[in-house]
């Protein structure tokens, strides 16, 4: 609650004066000088602070997304750590059988634990003989690595199928502007199928950067350009301001 304290000093003719008991003409003199005091407001019954009530806005204040989602999320320098910059492809169940269909080969699952990626790769069962691998790159492809994985026997096991598991070792110190990239490698009867998430291969990066793409990505995407390629006012951005982009395809005025 916001406060105005304020001290108030009151002063008269009287007060400055020392009194004695003795009339105002019968002052005390000191070395020819009169003896002066001063007197607060809490000796005259006056209150010492005056306080200030601000009611409380009636209208709320709308913050527009991107900032509340800025300021509230970016996590510091030190809380900073590696994440998923992609959803788990088996959650959409229909669209993962879709994908192992259609590329013989799709990635399942995986997590981030201990300095490692772990997970599970699905592939079409084309032959006995297979090898699938997990081809990852640490420097945006200047260098990359192929770690083998791992036959796994399902539970359920069915002759159209089968499931592999990898574990990729993560570099201890990545420089925050850096990020993984890794893909699935499928290779059997002689051919190479691959699964690099619609060629924009599955990616790993730090939280602060994941935020700083996702804000682009949402600023980006309520940006609408006219016929000229330029953006209008605020249209998707912030909807409640006004917006002209609906006479910007209409003929001349005149």
């Given at each position: 609650m916001p406060?105005?304290?304020?001290?108030?000093?009151?002063?008269?003719?009287?007060?400055?004066?020392?009194?004695?008991?003795?009339?105002?003409?019968?002052?005390?003199?000191?070395?020819?000088?009169?003896?002066?005091?001063?007197t607060f407001?809490?000796?005259?019954?006056?209150?010492?602070?005056?306080?200030?009530?601000?009611?409380?806005?009636?209208d709320p204040i709308e913050i527009p997304l991107l900032i509340r989602r800025t300021a509230s999320v970016a996590p510091s320098?030190?809380?900073?750590?590696?994440?998923l910059d992609f959803s788990q492809p088996s959650s959409d169940y229909i669209h993962f059988r879709q994908c192992l269909e259609r590329n013989c080969v799709c990635l399942e699952h995986c997590v981030l634990k201990d300095?490692?990626?772990?997970?599970?790769?699905?592939?079409?069962?084309?032959?006995?003989?297979?090898?699938?691998?997990?081809?990852?790159?640490?420097?945006?492809?200047?260098?990359?690595?192929?770690?083998?994985?791992?036959?796994?026997?399902?539970?359920y096991p069915t002759r159209n199928s089968d499931t592999f598991s990898f574990q990729v070792s993560l570099p201890e110190l990545l420089p925050p502007q850096q990020h993984v990239e890794f893909a699935v490698c499928y290779q059997v009867g002689g051919d190479e199928h691959w699964d690099s998430n619609h060629g924009q291969n599955y990616c790993i990066l730090w939280a602060s950067a994941k935020q700083r793409r996702d804000d682009a990505r949402?600023?980006?995407?309520?940006?609408?350009?006219?016929?000229?390629?330029?953006?209008?006012?605020?249209?998707?951005?912030?909807?409640?301001?006004p917006s002209y982009a609906g006479y910007e395809n209409m003929g001349p005025y005149y």
């Amino acid at each position: 609650m916001p406060t105005d304290m304020a001290l108030p000093l009151y002063l008269s003719k009287e007060d400055l004066v020392y009194r004695s008991g003795a009339p105002a003409a019968s002052h005390r003199h000191l070395g020819g000088k009169v003896k002066k005091q001063v007197t607060f407001a809490d000796h005259r019954g006056l209150p010492l602070t005056r306080v200030k009530v601000f009611s409380q806005f009636t209208d709320p204040i709308e913050i527009p997304l991107l900032i509340r989602r800025t300021a509230s999320v970016a996590p510091s320098a030190k809380g900073d750590k590696l994440v998923l910059d992609f959803s788990q492809p088996s959650s959409d169940y229909i669209h993962f059988r879709q994908c192992l269909e259609r590329n013989c080969v799709c990635l399942e699952h995986c997590v981030l634990k201990d300095k490692a990626l772990a997970g599970t790769v699905k592939v079409k069962n084309l032959s006995f003989e297979k090898r699938v691998k997990i081809r990852v790159t640490f420097d945006s492809w200047k260098s990359h690595s192929d770690v083998d994985c791992a036959y796994v026997k399902d539970s359920y096991p069915t002759r159209n199928s089968d499931t592999f598991s990898f574990q990729v070792s993560l570099p201890e110190l990545l420089p925050p502007q850096q990020h993984v990239e890794f893909a699935v490698c499928y290779q059997v009867g002689g051919d190479e199928h691959w699964d690099s998430n619609h060629g924009q291969n599955y990616c790993i990066l730090w939280a602060s950067a994941k935020q700083r793409r996702d804000d682009a990505r949402h600023f980006n995407s309520g940006i609408h350009l006219d016929r000229y390629g330029s953006p209008t006012c605020g249209h998707g951005i912030f909807p409640e301001w006004p917006s002209y982009a609906g006479y910007e395809n209409m003929g001349p005025y005149y």
